[in-house]
């Protein structure tokens, strides 16, 4: 089987402002179609700008982004008619009526009326009761789904979520995933922002990590996963140790240069950690513990380490 | 050209003028018939004709188009600029649009408002005074290029205020008193030969002037003038409005 073309693709993208700040500094990006990629990386890291780029809210400053093989530039219009955008603010009229604003929207993409395709989406989206109502009537989670169903009026082929659970409360967060995932398994190709793991995880196939207008890697989340899922127990001796006991060979241990402490690493999605096996082998070995303590590597920590790697 | 999106605009703008069509429709009745008590009777009883016009006849074109143009102004300047307060901009960014098929959406709908607002003033006037329009058909053109230019003027007005007070701040500072000094309530003949000269260096003269000869066949320069004036600001309108979209000034970082 051939390869499709992938549905977005981004080339060398830069955006540098007037004040000089490079706010992306040559983003290259496949997307494929059908595929749902999550953006990950903390506040500032370029998540949005690069959205903003490929979606013509600002003027990218060097590199190219086709979407369904249409420049974003030199074909507008093309491309566009295939971009639905949510944006993460909750951008929306407050005195008009959920119909009339996606209608508008609809109408604003040069799409035919079609009051049948939009009434399914608001039944999809649960807002069909409150086509009539203003938007300023609607609960926080219906006002975002909205912006859903605005971002899908057009019937799109791609569909951008800016941080779409972005200062929304833990249960609202399960909603908009359940909403998302039953996009996805319509066929559109979502792309997401996130700065939460949590969401990545839940959600993608494919997370791409960004920080600093760099994008450090893109890779299937499993494998991702798998680094992110490291965890370290520091065990606090009693009595400082020269060497490691050959009985605790088979674990990964480091000893601290003192002596003092030993870190293992371990991975958390392991069925089994060896933990205990380790505290057993511990006091066969006869060394006596003080404190244990365990550390998960943050978002931050693992930022670091994808960069050095990236350095190294 | 998407045609779509134009009405999707246009409609969508509209919208809004219908749920306050009372409120539309009642004020621009209310002040111009203030006007006519005022000044048309109170002041004007006290007043000659003007060139063989009783002065309030004379008024009239200038008060429509005092009305026609403030109004045009302020609704493409707060079409424009909400969707900017409130963030909705985004959508418009992101549409396969052009830059014309949004100001013919938001200008048109906001000329059509200020049309509709001229026509009652009009109608109303007719109530208070005996009106002749001996050039009904140059009378509606200049209403209608009126309305369409300072509907311009307000959609670049509404790009370039950062707040509520710059979106009031031209029509406050500019406009109104262009308005008032281009000869709305007198003729430039009525003026010191000085202030004549000054005069003609203000646009809006000749908008008054050339609507005032469709009704009476007056003018305080000639026809043509009028025309290229018009034609000329908004020609001047288009042009900003284009490089606003090209270089995506205020509205695409």
């Known amino acids: ?35 749902l990629l999550a953006l990950l990386g903390p506040n ?16 990218p400053t060097g590199g190219t982004v086709t979407v369904g093989g249409h420049d974003v530039v030199r074909d507008y219009r093309a491309a566009r008619d295939l971009i639905g955008l949510v944006p993460q603010e909750i951008n929306l009229e407050p005195f008009e009526k959920v119909m009339n604003t996606v209608r ?5 993409f040069g799409k035919r009326r079609d009051d049948a395709y939009l009434e399914r989406i608001l039944r999809q989206l649960s807002l069909w009761d409150k086509r009539d109502a203003k938007i300023m009537e609607l609960s926080g989670g219906m006002k975002r789904r909205v912006l859903i169903a605005k971002a899908l009026s057009h019937e799109p082929r791609v569909l951008f979520l800016d941080e779409p659970t972005a200062g929304v409360d833990v ?5 908009m995933w359940d909403t998302v995932r039953m996009l996805k398994a319509d066929g559109v190709t979502i792309i997401l922002t996130t700065h939460y793991i949590e969401e990545a995880e839940a959600m993608a196939d494919r997370v791409g990590v960004i920080n600093k207008g760099e994008m450090l890697l893109v890779e299937a989340k499993s494998r991702l996963m798998e680094r992110m899922g490291q965890k370290h127990l520091t065990i606090e001796l009693h ?11 088979d674990f990964d241990l480091t000893l601290l240069e003192d002596g003092r402490a030993l870190v293992f690493a371990y991975d958390t999605r392991q069925e089994r950690t060896g933990i205990t096996k380790l505290l057993t082998e511990l006091q066969a070995a006869g060394i006596v513990l003080r404190d244990l303590q365990t550390t998960q590597s943050s978002l931050e920590d693992i930022f670091v380490g994808l960069v050095q790697e990236d350095a190294a | 050209m998407n045609f779509r999106a134009i009405w999707a605009i246009y409609t969508f703008e509209m919208s809004r003028f219908f749920r306050t069509l009372l409120q539309s429709f009642v004020s621009p009745v209310i002040s111009t018939s203030l006007y006519f008590v005022v000044f048309g009777a109170a002041i004007g009883s006290r007043i000659d004709q003007v060139e063989g016009v009783s002065y309030g006849a004379f008024i009239v074109p200038g008060l429509i188009m005092l009305s026609v143009m403030t109004q045009a102004i302020s609704n493409a300047s707060f079409g424009i600029y909400f969707p900017k307060f409130i963030g909705t901009i985004y959508e418009l960014l992101s549409a396969p649009i052009n830059f014309l098929e949004v100001v013919l959406g938001y200008v048109g709908a906001a ?22 329009i001996q050039h009904p058909v140059a009378m509606l053109l200049f209403m209608v290029l009126t309305c369409i230019s300072f509907a311009l003027f307000g959609f670049i007005i509404g790009i370039w205020a950062r707040n509520f007070e710059q979106l009031q701040l031209v029509p ?11 000869g709305s309530f007198y003729s430039i003949s009525m003026l010191p030969p000085v202030w004549q000269t000054v005069t003609l260096f203000n646009p809006v ?34 042009g900003i409005i284009w490089w606003i979209f090209r270089t995506g000034w205020r509205i695409r970082s």
């Open chain 1, 1 to 35: 089987m051939t390869q499709m073309a992938p549905i977005v693709r981004i080339k060398g993208l830069e955006k540098a402002y007037d004040t000089g700040f490079q706010a992306l500094k040559g983003v290259d990006l496949d997307i494929e179609e059908g595929e």
């Open chain 1, 44 to 59: 500032g890291a370029g998540k949005t700008t690069l959205i903003s780029a490929v979606c013509s809210l600002t003027i």
């Open chain 1, 104 to 108: 508008f929207s609809r109408g604003l």
């Open chain 1, 171 to 175: 249960e609202l967060r399960k909603e």
């Open chain 1, 239 to 249: 009595e400082p140790i020269q060497t490691i006991p050959d009985s605790l060979s």
């Open chain 2, 111 to 132: 000329a059509t408002k200020a049309l509709f607002i001229g026509i009652v003033i009009l109608g109303t006037s007719a109530l208070f005074v005996d009106l002749t």
């Open chain 2, 172 to 182: 406050l500072l500019i406009v109104t008193p262009l308005v008032f000094l281009g």
């Open chain 2, 205 to 238: 003269v000749y908008l008054i002037s050339g609507f005032r000869w469709s009704f009476y066949g007056l003018a305080d320069v000639p026809i043509g003038l009028s025309l290229l004036a018009i034609a000329g600001f908004t020609a001047l309108c288009l």
